[in-house]
């Protein structure tokens, strides 16, 4: 029963922060790797591979933290559905150390008025679809638990990966009632926030950790940060009057974790995420959506033998679309204040299943590793 409860938990640390992308503020839901640190429990030889489902439907419009409603009472709003699968494995080179990939197919859907012919009354008013579907960037990277596991009741592990550019950036699909008399359907890129990828070669730091409590109940915690080196990926946007940028983005994460009996497990943490106006490295220039969101993230897992699955629902508590670098230079340049805006969703939908496989002992293993065993 022990091992029953490891894996649960286990997987929860390993697979729950991946799942994150809240809208037009461009965190793609691949973007925060967060398995580059799911070597938890993995021994020397051990695999895990896991297979997750993500979705999430933006179309609330705020500027700042003030959500424009009117959007939404009107029928202009933006909507983006967004789906995600991701597969990934993971390796234990040895019981500290561990490494992974993260192959991640990406599906959406974007439907507007303003794209195809205007927002009334001055727009035509017709709503039409965008869609763009493919492999995004993939992911490996590689970390290390600072701590010999099973020997503390506490471990914190760093990690190191690199998001390769292996999504379509410069995706097109067509858009209704373009040009001087809007009587002209065109195929052109398709907005930034659906783009399958973001064009760049990324490094991402990630540090997560634990704390056992009891041999129920623990808390662990996540910060990750991804440096963009690229300032703009060279794609100009449906309007022709700049360049996708190729934002950094970031992520906090604190959450306890409780096993119930019979192999289930209960979990409620809560995330900051977004995407900064500046990045730390590089340029700032281009076109991006930056933000932030803060959510409430309940779950539930089940585990048996190898097995385990997992599902969790980031509820959206707080949203905020800051300024962008280009808002406040085109501020400065014209004497008028710009401030735009992004669509955010309520809530993500995230579920998957795991298996491990592997390894000279893995039931010894598991319970060696397991932070909270007690």
Wanted: hydrophobic share 30%.
């Amino acid at each position: 029963m022990k091992n029953i409860y490891s894996l649960t938990i286990l997987l929860f640390i390993a697979v729950s922060i991946n799942s994150y992308g809240q809208g037009c503020v461009a965190i793609r839901g691949n973007g925060y790797s967060g398995g580059l640190n799911s070597g938890i429990g993995l021994s020397k030889g051990e695999f895990n591979a896991q297979l997750g489902y993500r979705h999430f439907k933006s179309y609330k419009h705020f500027r700042g933290s003030h959500e424009e409603v009117e959007r939404v009472e009107n029928g202009t709003e933006v909507i983006n559905k967004s789906s995600f699968v991701d597969l990934s494995l993971r390796y234990g080179i040895t019981d500290r150390w561990f490494t992974n990939i993260i192959l991640p197919y990406v599906n959406h859907d974007r439907s507007s008025m303003y794209e195809h012919g205007g927002n009334p009354p001055n727009g035509l008013g017709e709503r039409h679809t965008t869609a763009s579907s493919g492999l995004g960037d993939i992911r490996i990277g590689a970390g290390f638990w600072l701590w010999e596991p099973g020997k503390h009741d506490f471990n914190y592990s760093l990690g190191l990966g690199l998001k390769l550019p292996t999504g379509s950036y410069d995706y097109e699909d067509t858009f209704y009632n373009q040009g001087d008399n809007r009587d002209q359907n065109v195929k052109r890129v398709v907005d930034q926030s659906i783009q399958p990828g973001d064009g760049g070669t990324g490094l991402a730091l990630d540090i997560q950790g634990y704390q056992k409590i009891n041999h129920r109940f623990g808390i662990n915690t996540s910060v990750y940060y991804l440096f963009n080196f690229q300032e703009t990926n060279g794609v100009l946007t449906r309007s022709g009057r700049s360049k996708f940028s190729v934002p950094d983005q970031f992520a906090v994460q604190v959450g306890s974790y409780y096993a119930t009996m019979k192999g289930f497990s209960l979990y409620l943490g809560g995330r900051v995420e977004g995407v900064p106006a500046k990045d730390l490295i590089g340029g700032d220039a281009g076109y991006r959506r930056p933000g932030y969101a803060v959510s409430l993230e309940p779950g539930a897992g089940y585990a048996y033998k190898n097995w385990s699955l997992f599902a969790s629902v980031p509820i959206a508590m707080y949203r905020n679309r800051i300024q962008s670098y280009e808002d406040k230079v085109r501020t400065q340049e014209t004497g008028v204040y710009r401030h735009g805006d992004a669509a955010f969703a309520d809530y993500l939908v995230n579920v998957g299943v795991s298996f491990r496989f592997g390894g000279a002992n893995q039931d010894a293993t598991v319970v060696k590793d397991n932070p909270f065993y007690n």
